[in-house]
């Protein structure tokens, strides 16, 4: 991608220098970063900054499925009897 953008515009050097992401996952940034710099995309003194927003909220969403999850088997005791009944 950089060897593309470096062709397209002659006069500057495209350098990637941050990547942004999450902490988790197979595409963590702190993963990713040690690819792209393994790849030659990004170079040894690039930065990577994790973005903490999902861990902020990661609480929130399991308390909703775990409560969505909760009700849909309440739901499905309840018409289980009703038709066993």
Same mark, same amino acid.
């Given at each position: %991608?950089? @060897?593309?953008?470096?062709?397209i +515009?002659k /006069?500057?050097?495209?350098?990637?220098?941050? *990547?942004?992401?999450?902490?988790?996952?197979?595409?963590?940034?702190?993963?990713?970063?040690?690819?792209?710099?393994?790849?030659?995309? %990004?170079? @040894?003194?690039?930065k990577?900054? +994790?973005? /903490?927003?999902?861990?902020f909220?990661?609480? *929130?969403?399991?308390?909703?499925?775990?409560?969505?999850?909760?009700?849909?088997q309440?739901?499905?005791e309840?018409?289980?009897?009703?038709?066993?009944?």
């Amino acid at each position: %991608m950089v @060897e593309i953008l470096n062709d397209i +515009i002659k /006069d500057v050097k495209v350098k990637i220098s941050l *990547l942004t992401g999450d902490g988790g996952g197979g595409a963590a940034a702190h993963r990713l970063h040690k690819e792209l710099i393994r790849n030659g995309v %990004m170079e @040894e003194d690039s930065k990577k900054l +994790i973005c /903490d927003m999902h861990n902020f909220f990661k609480p *929130l969403e399991i308390a909703c499925v775990d409560n969505k999850a909760k009700q849909v088997q309440e739901q499905l005791e309840a018409e289980t009897e009703s038709v066993q009944g």
